[in-house]
């Protein structure tokens, strides 16, 4: 079966529990899960339910996706999503995007926990990301095109849209949750990084980094979805502070901060609906 046809029968199944045809996708990362829990007349699909669909296994990942409405908006919220590091080849693991597209979404918000490798930032800000260094030594795309989805080659030069960068930064201003910007390395993982590769991170011009969203944004972009992604600053990275990385502390900073990302969403969300 093609991509195209696996597609559409992803589709078809998230089509038949729900009539709402969100234009706005979420994708929730590490102990992020609160925000699809406040969406208003949820309906909740778990991953293994649609078909396809590769199921998360990582600590912290709900892996269902919710589609309801936030202030009146419909939206489409994946709770939780599947990594590279569980064993998926980055085709699954960006199956969930391509779905979303195909479901008619045309803006994407992508939410991460990761660490700081910027020495200004504090654990518990959030950092719109502004753009991205691909470290993880492959890409989602290779192999034949599929013309249906995107063009072969595409331009990634504004990959994180600007306008809806500033939605993002105003909504956190006006929610008083402190924002920054900055640049984002993915690696593999599932290893944290040693402080020797953060060290190489600062020199490359990376702010945070983390182990996901790279391979889903090249995937959204590729259809044409305008993205928008959030770093939730979890921990500073490895060698920044005399103390060891604990997933645990990781996961703790990202629920709490939980609190605030929600705020943060929902206000993107309203403003970022009028433009999709
Ligand atoms: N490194 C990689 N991924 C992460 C980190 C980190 O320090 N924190 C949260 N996700």
């Known amino acids: 079966m093609s991509l195209v046809q696996q597609l559409g029968e992803a589709v078809r199944a998230i089509e038949s529990r729900t ?17 699809a829990r406040s969406l208003d007349k949820p309906v909740t699909i778990p991953y293994r339910e649609i078909p396809h669909f ?5 600590v912290g990942h709900a892996g269902e996706l919710v589609v309801g ?11 939780g999503r599947v ?12 199956f969930p995007v391509r779905v979303l597209g195909r479901f008619g979404v045309r803006i994407l918000v992508l939410t991460n926990a990761a660490g700081s490798v910027n020495v200004n930032y504090k654990p518990g800000e959030l950092m719109v990301i502004d753009d991205h260094i691909n470290y993880m030594g492959t890409n989602p795309l290779i192999g034949p095109n599929d013309d249906e989805l995107g063009p072969r080659f ?25 924002v920054r ?3 984002y390395i993915a690696f593999t993982g599932p290893s944290y990084e040693t402080p020797a590769e953060i060290r190489m991170c600062r020199t490359l011009g990376a702010d945070a980094v983390g182990m996901s969203t790279v391979p889903e944004v090249i995937a959204a972009r590729h259809m044409g979805i305008r993205v928008l992604a959030i770093s939730c600053i ?14 645990r502390e990781v996961l703790e900073v990202g629920e709490r901060a939980a609190a605030g990302l929600m705020d943060v969403l929902g206000r993107i969300i309203q403003d970022a609906a009028k433009q999709a």
């Open 69 to 79: 409405t936030a202030g009146g908006v419909p939206v489409a919220v994946m709770a």
């Open 154 to 178: 595409f331009d990634m030069s504004e990959a994180y849209d600007p306008g809806l960068r500033q939605i993002a930064e105003k909504a956190c201003w006006k929610a008083g949750v402190p």
């Open 234 to 247: 979890t921990n500073m990275a490895a060698g920044v502070l005399k103390q060891k990385l604990d997933h």
């Open 181 to 183: 910007h900055g640049v």
């Open 83 to 94: 990594h590279g590091y569980e064993g998926y080849r980055l085709e699954q693991v960006v």
């Open 19 to 35: 009539k709402l045809r969100p234009t706005v996708g979420v994708v929730l990362g590490s102990g992020l899960g609160a925000f």
């Open 54 to 58: 590769p199921a998360s296994t990582a």
